[in-house]
């Protein structure tokens, strides 16, 4: 194995040896580096011995006494992405509609991508080395999309002979403690009822180093033809579902302290029941899997509201959001409304890009926006969530855009006026209302 080196900062330890863009990394202390999981785990063991190919096919060697080496690479990877090799019943992607950017195609299941970034892994792709690397290297936490813990069934789900198989990594990875958040995405009549309060209880046996197991509810696009025939959950079916994770969460929780197993914020909604208050969530191990995203923002913006006395500088803005967070929105916005006089509008955008059966705002596009917001009265600028964007970390217009490709400086200027990424943090959604620092 052999890694390409992009470029190496002027003056480091590397550059003083000769080492330039193009050369390849080969060894680190004799070991071979295939990724920056290899790489920073062996050079914490200082001071190391680097071997290094360079473009006339000179092999150097030398030892460096800093983590600080200068070599820069291309990605965290340093090489391919790896594709998933399911056909899951449920995959979203294969629910998207033709005409879209490439990259919104691509299925990834990459472990590194699990420890890098919080990826869910199927578990499908993975290797006897990379198992072996995790284990021995003690990578925690790994993210396992598991859906169901009946090997036949998985199999069915996924579309993949070997799904079942590889459910035994699971406990090989506990067994050797590391430590495990996993999901199920659940259809009606398919891995839900007794298939869920089996793979619940298999699950709760290697706790602890399975820590959380978020359950979701499968999400479906008005374009599923040809595809297997999914059913959407009901108010009757979300309910039922919340009721088998809550007999087992209140048994687990009084032996453990906590309830493992958690329903997201969308099978609440769905069965339009109250959402729980911030105990019932542990700390929030799921909160990116949308299980207390609800009730955190909540309890986030009253405390905000509570600690800040200022002078509204916006007189009338408006907020954008999907049909989930609308109630919670709204409420929210009244609130300052009442104590900062801040006139705010709230609306409700619906997805009639993949239907309305797509409720979340991260799946919102541009165009929705747009169409239900021309003829709108927005005020001095527009919220929207920063999760309707492509880039959840920036809240630049310059670089952000929309599922569909319009980018936030297009939506200004269509509908003349500001609009401001909001992230699902209270305190910044009441700073943006209010417009102070």
């Known amino acids: 194995m052999s890694v390409k080196i992009s470029d190496v900062k002027a003056f480091s330890k590397c550059w003083f040896h000769g080492i330039r863009a193009g050369d390849l990394l080969l060894t680190v202390n004799g070991k071979d580096i295939e990724d920056i999981l290899d790489y920073d785990f062996y050079m914490s063991f200082l001071p190391v011995e680097m071997e290094f190919k ?23 990877l340093m090489d ?37 970034f919080g990826n869910y892994i199927t578990l499908t792709n993975i290797t006897e080395h990379e198992i072996d690397r995790i284990i021995s290297m003690h990578i925690s936490p790994i993210n396992i999309s598991v859906h169901t813990m009946n090997p036949e069934l998985r199999v069915k789900m996924m579309n993949n002979r070997f799904a079942g198989e590889k459910l035994s990594i699971i406990k090989r990875l506990a067994d050797a403690g590391i430590k495990i958040n996993t999901q199920l995405v659940l ?22 180093s399975v820590q959380s197991i978020a359950c979701v509810p499968v999400g ?9 025939e999914l059913k959407p959950y009901t108010k009757e ?25 958690y329903p997201s914020d969308e099978f609440f909604l769905l069965a339009e029941r109250p959402l729980p208050d911030e105990d019932y969530y542990d700390d929030y191990p799921q909160i990116d899997n949308g299980v207390g995203l609800w009730t ?108 569909d490709d319009i980018t936030l400086k297009e939506a200004e200027k269509y509908l003349n006026v500001p609009v401001i990424p909001t992230a699902n943090n209270g305190e910044e959604l009441l700073k943006n209302m209010l417009g102070v620092e």
């Open 296 to 403: 955190s923002l909540r309890d986030e913006f009253i405390s905000a509201v509570e600690n800040t006395n200022v002078e509204a500088v916006n007189k009338k803005i408006s907020i954008a959001t999907g049909v989930a967070a609308y109630p919670l929105i709204k409420e929210l916005s009244d609130m300052a409304s009442e104590k900062f006089g801040t006139e705010i509008s709230v609306y409700k955008i619906i997805n009639n890009f993949f239907g309305e059966s797509i409720t979340v705002a991260g799946l919102l596009t541009g165009q929705d926006l747009l169409e239900q917001l021309k003829d709108k009265e927005l005020g001095e600028k527009l919220l929207i969530p920063l999760v309707m964007t492509i880039d959840y970390t920036s809240h630049s217009t310059d670089k952000n855009k929309f599922l």
């Open 54 to 76: 360079l473009k006339n096919g000179k092999i150097v060697s030398f030892t460096v006494n800093s983590e600080n080496t200068g070599l820069v690479f291309n990605t965290y």
């Open 237 to 261: 079916t979300a309910g039922q579902t919340i009721d088998i994770i809550e007999s087992f969460t209140n048994d687990f929780n009084k032996k453990h302290g906590i309830r493992l197993c």
């Open 220 to 228: 479906l696009t008005k374009f599923r033809e040809g595809l297997f």
């Open 80 to 116: 391919t992405q790896r594709h998933c090799k399911n056909k899951c019943v449920f995959c979203f992607i294969d629910q998207l509609p033709k005409g879209m950017r490439e990259s919104l195609y691509f299925k990834d299941d990459d472990s590194r991508l699990s420890f890098l």
């Open 187 to 208: 259809c009606p009549g398919i891995n839900d009822g007794e298939e869920l309060k089996y793979s619940i209880e298999e699950l709760a046996k290697l706790y602890p």
